[in-house]
């Protein structure tokens, strides 16, 4: 048996209510419907023997009156029908046999229906006036109710008639009620969902709310809850390793690199200060990546114009070291973005870095701005296999291990900043070959 707070407890039990509400207004509505369907017919057909009488009534030389051959068996029906027509003091000058009930006493101006109940039955009927030889008359004509099967076979025609679009409704708003009580139960979890999407290594701190949720469901919210807090857990430990062995590494790199200066052969030195190098790089960035992790990205506004300039300055003695060009296009107006400056110069300064690596020598690396926070960063070098483009910018990920030089975190820290800004990193092909970086920030104004 499901339980009070179960989804499908709910479903059911809000399901339960609109089949009920419906099962009580349905009927409501159709006997009112049918009714008022056959009360409109019943006073149709007296009204159309009222007319008869009145149209077709006379008088011979003696004064009585009489109706035409036929039109008494018409206004007789099948037997459920009787007439009484009377004078200005209430004595029946022609009437049916039996005769019927009369109607309470009283001059009449126009057609007016009455109900009379007696020991024969219960009657409805109309009475009007009519003139007979200039003389005013009443005519009554009843119907008794004992007889109804007369008219049943027209009232369900026309009942079936008039009620058939009103159940349709009837069924079509209950639907519509169902999709309501539904939705209405299953909105907790549609929600707990939502808030699930927003979840990424970059807000591991979100917890989905139990506020709500159905019995079934909450067992699942608090397991998936723990294991963010564990997840959560792991990350820390991951970064605060990383910062404590980045910091570590420090001071023994700085007292081998005064030893290596120190030493009197200077072959061996420069290999080891190229070593030297290679693992400061490295050490540097695994300091950026925990501060990236450590610290929530600030509400800053920085202009990529501005930065791409310091990145490209800041680089172009490595590029000429390197024996290649450096060139910076697009940079003439201010291009703000959401973004703070000194991400956005770590970012850049990796692309540049990574686009000199490997563009040959003598050719030329451009970094082009494009309106709306886009920053382009192009080699000519060998481009990026489509298979390997989204794993560069995975931490650690080398294509080649056993060759010496990074550790595979530059790319990762650019997709890292790009993250947590709001922002993308991604790879094409260039246009004449090699790689097109292309950084997108989120663009802002400089107010």
């Known amino acids: 048996m499901p339980q009070l707070n179960s989804t499908v407890w709910r479903i059911v ?30 006073q149709r057909l007296l009204k159309e023997r009222l007319a008869l009488i009145a149209q077709t009534l006379g008088a011979d030389s003696s004064g009585r009156l009489s109706l035409p051959p036929g039109v008494a068996e018409t206004v007789r029906g099948g037997g459920s029908f009787g007439y009484r027509v009377s004078d200005s003091a209430g004595r029946a000058l022609l009437a049916s046999e039996p005769p019927p009930p009369g109607s309470p006493d009283g001059a009449v101006s126009r057609p007016t229906f009455f109900e009379a109940r007696t020991r024969q039955g219960a009657f409805t009927g109309v009475e009007g006036p009519a003139r007979v030889d ?18 049943i076979d027209d009232i369900e025609s026309q009942f079936l008639a008039h009620v058939g679009w009103q159940v349709a409704g009837v069924l079509l708003a209950l639907f519509a009620l169902d999709l309501i009580a539904v939705r209405a139960a299953v909105g907790p979890i549609r929600r707990a969902s939502l808030d699930a999407q927003t979840i990424d290594t970059a807000r591991l701190d979100i917890r989905l709310g139990e506020r709500g949720l159905p019995s079934e469901i909450r067992p699942l919210v608090r397991a998936i809850n723990h294991a963010l807090d ?30 290596v200066d120190a030493l009197s052969d200077r072959r061996a030195a420069e290999a080891l200060r190229s070593d030297l190098e290679v693992m400061g790089r490295v050490v540097d960035q695994l300091l950026a990546l925990a501060e990236l992790e450590a610290a929530p990205p600030d509400a800053a506004v920085a202009d990529l114009s501005v930065v791409a300039e310091r990145v490209v300055r800041h680089l172009a003695p490595a590029a000429i070291a390197r024996r290649r060009e450096l060139a910076l296009t697009g940079a003439d107006a201010p291009n703000m973005v959401r973004a703070d400056p000194n991400a956005v110069f770590q970012a850049l300064r990796n692309l540049v870095e990574n686009a000199l690596h490997h563009a040959p020598e003598g050719s030329a690396v451009e970094v082009r701005l494009e309106p709306g926070g886009t920053a382009h960063v192009l080699d000519a070098g060998p481009g990026v296999p489509e298979t390997e483009r989204e794993l560069i910018f995975e931490r650690f990920w080398r294509r080649d291990r056993q060759r010496r030089g990074g550790a595979g975190l530059g790319l990762a820290i650019v997709a890292r900043i790009a993250q947590t800004h709001g922002g993308a990193i991604g790879v094409q092909e260039a246009s004449g070959g090699g790689a097109d970086f292309v950084l997108r920030l989120q663009p802002a104004t400089e107010g």
Do not use: C, W
């Open 13 to 42: 039990a809000l399901h339960g209510v609109a089949i009920a509400a419906a099962s009580i207004l349905l009927p409501l509505m159709l006997a009112d419907r049918l009714h008022a369907t056959a009360q409109s017919y019943e």
């Open 134 to 151: 200039g003389k005013l008359v009443r005519v009554e004509v009843v119907q008794n109710l004992d007889f109804p099967d007369v008219v």
């Open 230 to 259: 564990r997840l959560e857990r792991g990350f820390r430990l991951q970064r605060d390793f990383t910062g404590d062995v980045a910091h570590e590494l420090r001071t023994p790199l700085s007292v081998m690199r005064l030893r």
